[in-house]
């Protein structure tokens, strides 16, 4: 307690400026995270805002500092991108899946076997770069939808997500012929990056997020933004 009261008031009035972040648009957790990243900030009595991006875009705005940094990505985002620092605790996270047409013999138990097959990303999503990395079969598209319905055409073997941003892109699209493999690939923490500017900010913001992991707020706010996020996208397309 008496180190986070030393830094509130190192800090002192650069609280009182209003700090802007990138996100990737159309994915599932992201959306997640414009409601969570902006609820720990309010705990800090700090307005943000987010503008989400296409992936390369939202690096580049945040590498840049054009923006303050990004909501959330995997942890090999700090190591590539020293402009940005990582804030150390992760408050959410996200799992790899491969989505396969039902009807097709496709078997994919570890991510080696996706180089059996012809794969269909989003373009500049870490997670799914990291998993297909040296593999020659890959396409980058713009979004979950696109990559979706290259698997029900028949176009692509794999597509690659995030497990729920699949599902709900699938929900969306009324697709029944593709499906999920039971098992993700991977799963990655998700943690907050802010540009070196605004270093000052690193570890305010985590022990915030260590305190709400440690008193059950952090999970009680994630899992109110999941059912938000869930929920208005049923309700977009009904």
């Keep these: 307690m008496k180190l986070f009261a030393v830094l509130l008031l190192f800090i002192g009035n650069s609280f009182a400026e209003e700090f802007h972040f990138s996100s990737i648009n159309f994915l599932t957790e992201q959306e997640v995270g414009r409601i969570v990243l902006p609820q720990i900030y ?13 992936a390369q ?12 940094g990004e909501i959330m990505r995997i942890f090999s985002y700090g190591i590539e991108n ?16 491969a989505f396969v047409h039902k009807d097709k013999d496709i078997v994919i138990e570890n991510k080696d076997h996706l180089e059996k097959y012809f794969v269909a990303k ?4 870490k997670h799914t770069n990291r998993i297909t990395e040296g593999h020659s079969q890959v396409i980058d598209m713009n979004s979950t939808i696109e990559i979706m319905r290259m ?22 699209l009324g697709l ?9 690939l991977a799963t990655f923490d998700l943690y907050h990056y802010i540009h070196l500017d605004h270093k000052h900010l690193v570890p305010i913001v985590d022990a915030k997020i ?22 208005s996208k049923y309700q977009t397309n009904e």
């Design 42 to 54: 309010s705990e800090l009595g700090i307005v943000i805002s987010i503008t989400p991006l296409p």
């Design 57 to 68: 875009r939202a690096q580049l705005s945040a590498t840049s500092g054009v923006s303050d």
């Design 82 to 97: 020293p402009t940005t620092i990582r804030v150390p605790t992760p408050y959410y996270y996200l799992e790899t899946t």
């Design 122 to 125: 989003v373009r500049g999503v």
């Design 151 to 172: 698997v029900d055409s028949g176009r692509v073997d794999v597509a690659l997500t995030n497990t729920i941003d699949g599902l709900m892109a699938l929900k969306e």
């Design 176 to 184: 029944k012929n593709v499906i999920a493999i039971k098992k993700p």
């Design 210 to 231: 260590i305190e709400m992991t440690k008193n059950g707020k952090l999970t009680k706010i994630v899992n109110a933004a999941e059912q938000k996020t869930l929920l």
